[in-house]
């Protein structure tokens, strides 16, 4: 059993197409990425029909890329926006439990003040709003990787019944040894911190920018990743958040056929490691 991401081709309109070629492709799962960099609220009547394509198409909803917005905004000194933000995610977290996930993964938003010191304190007070509602929602929040030293002190402050990692493995495959907004090293990072690992974005790419590729077609260490995981606290399956326009001149379905092909060859590493 694998999972795709929902916008391997498009992230707005009309996601049936996609969900329904997902599943021909032998997929059992879709991590939710539709609208997660916009403002989109997610209505009663929305999250029905997509409750009703998931059930037509055999899918099951993996976990959900939440959004920090574009004007609501979670981590923002602004009241006013931190507090749409605040129901940005909210929308998310209702929407992941209907649909029978268990995650949401969210960035970290801060800002760096002049001094070097970073400021976290309005997502944190967003996080702490929210934390009743994802716990009685059964829902856990992950805070995909970025700056290491933001995400080590979210975990060290919030519990594992509420607040988790996502490891991209693109994120961590870039910029390595450069002390950038990703920080390089995301192998050494993912190691220190896999204990707390719920959800992953699994993707490749060259080192140097973020492409979003299959697995195995540039340069993530594949097999270090793999003996990680297998000794993770992460127990799901092995889900891409992989992009079609990236890999060439190939149909939509000779994509699907690779990307299917891709996450079985990787579980079977992630397996052999147990």
């Known amino acids: 059993m694998y999972s795709l991401t929902s916008d391997y081709m498009a992230s707005k ?3 049936s197409p996609y969900l329904r070629k997902i599943a021909e492709a032998g997929f059992s799962y879709t991590h939710w ?3 997660w960099n916009t403002d989109f609220i997610y209505n009663k009547s929305e999250i ?3 409750e009703r394509w998931l059930k037509e198409y055999g899918l099951k909803l993996l ?3 939440g959004s920090m917005g574009q004007e609501k905004s979670w981590g923002v000194a602004e009241e006013y926006r931190r507090l749409a933000g605040y129901e940005l995610v909210a929308n998310r977290l209702e929407m992941t439990a209907r649909l029978g996930g268990g995650v949401v993964i969210m960035h970290a938003q801060f800002s760096q003040l002049e001094d070097g010191t970073i400021e976290m304190a309005p997502m944190m007070k967003t996080l702490d709003e929210l934390e009743p509602l994802a716990r009685c929602l059964g829902v856990k929040i992950a805070i995909e990787n970025g700056n290491w030293e933001v995400i080590s ?4 402050k919030y519990s594992p019944e509420f607040l988790g990692l996502c490891y991209d493995c693109g994120h961590g495959n870039l910029g390595y040894g450069k002390p950038d907004f990703y920080q390089g090293y995301g192998l050494d990072q993912l190691d220190i911190h896999k204990e707390r690992l719920i959800s992953v974005h699994l993707h490749d790419n060259d080192g140097v920018s973020d492409q979003h590729r299959l697995p195995f077609t540039a340069t993530v260490d594949w097999e270090r990743l793999a003996k990680i995981l297998a000794v993770s606290g992460y127990t799901k399956c092995v889900s891409l958040e992989t992009t079609a326009a990236n890999e060439g001149e190939i149909s939509e379905e000779e994509f699907l056929a690779k990307a299917y092909r891709a996450a079985a060859r990787l579980t079977e ?4 490691y147990r």
């Open 153 to 156: 002190s979210l975990l060290a």
């Open 269 to 272: 590493m992630i397996e052999s």
């Open 63 to 65: 976990d959900l890329h």
């Open 48 to 50: 029905d029909q997509i």
């Open 33 to 35: 990425c539709h609208q």
């Open 13 to 15: 309109g009309d996601p």
